[in-house]
């Protein structure tokens, strides 16, 4: 069984439009139409399992439209997770949260960048006090993206902020640890209180050195398969972990077990 727990989708009727407008910003085609149903085709061909839709809401008005797309998503697909997400600067933060609790979604997806506050920022304090307190997980974007290249919103640094100030918190975080990070990934953040997933690694042609020291440094329970699809063949992605030449037993925690601890399944 593999678990990508690192993908986007959206809902049918703004697909076509959110994967133009961020196949220009990234400069990469996508492998999909950016739809749930686009998604799960791409799936059987790359011999995934289950897929976890990492939705995002960009500024606060999104929050409940996004939770809504999460919840019907959810009840739709049998091989999706979709989770939920909350704007910091929502008014319903608290109410939306609940929200997610009580649909069964095991966490949600947020993104400094895109909401444009870094991570540790007091405005945060609220989502991560109520998330730690609902037991639901946080997966966050961390380090460089190219839709804010002169400023990072989730360094190491920061990221160390965030859980030393919320120890209960279930932090993960993509690409890595930290997008084009990763001497300071494996410096600071490896075997600290944080999952890392292994998004966008095969198209970013990543140090394949580099990244094997951290997944060996890091905890073997705190390290996830992801993709980024559609930005990153899921399939290509599996290979290329895979030719890191880990345990039999590491590849399993990293593949599924420790997915399901997160996602309660």
Request: net charge negative; proline share 5%.
């Amino acid at each position: 069984m593999i678990i990508d727990f690192h993908t986007h989708a959206f809902p049918d009727k703004i697909a076509a439009r959110a994967v133009d407008s961020l196949k220009v910003k990234i400069n990469r085609e996508p492998e999909t139409d950016g739809t749930v149903m686009g998604l799960t085709d791409n799936m059987k061909n790359s011999g995934i399992t289950l897929s976890v839709i990492c939705n995002i809401a960009t500024n606060p008005r999104q929050t409940e439209n996004v939770n809504t797309f999460a919840i019907n998503t959810n009840e739709q697909y049998k091989n999706i997770i979709s989770l939920g997400s909350v704007h910091p600067d929502s008014e319903k933060v608290e109410s939306e949260l609940l929200r997610i609790k009580n649909a069964g979604i095991p966490g949600i997806k947020i993104h400094p960048d895109y909401m444009e506050h870094d991570i540790d920022e007091e405005v945060f304090y609220e989502t991560f006090e109520l998330c730690s307190k609902l037991g639901l997980f946080v997966i966050t974007h961390a380090g460089f993206d190219v839709c804010s290249p002169d400023h990072i919103h989730a360094t190491p640094d920061m990221i160390l902020r965030v859980i030393k100030r919320h120890p209960e918190l279930k932090l993960v975080c993509a690409h890595f640890g930290a997008n084009c990070m990763w001497d300071e990934v494996r410096e600071k953040l490896c075997g600290k209180n944080l999952w890392i997933d292994t998004s966008l690694a095969y198209v970013e042609k990543y140090d394949k050195d580099l990244l094997c020291d951290i997944l060996l440094s890091h905890d073997p329970d705190r390290i996830l398969y992801g993709s980024d699809c559609p930005w990153c063949p899921p399939g290509k992605n599996v290979k290329f972990i895979e030719s890191f030449g880990l345990s039999d037993s590491l590849n399993e925690k990293i593949f599924e077990t420790n997915a399901k601890y997160l996602l309660k399944i």
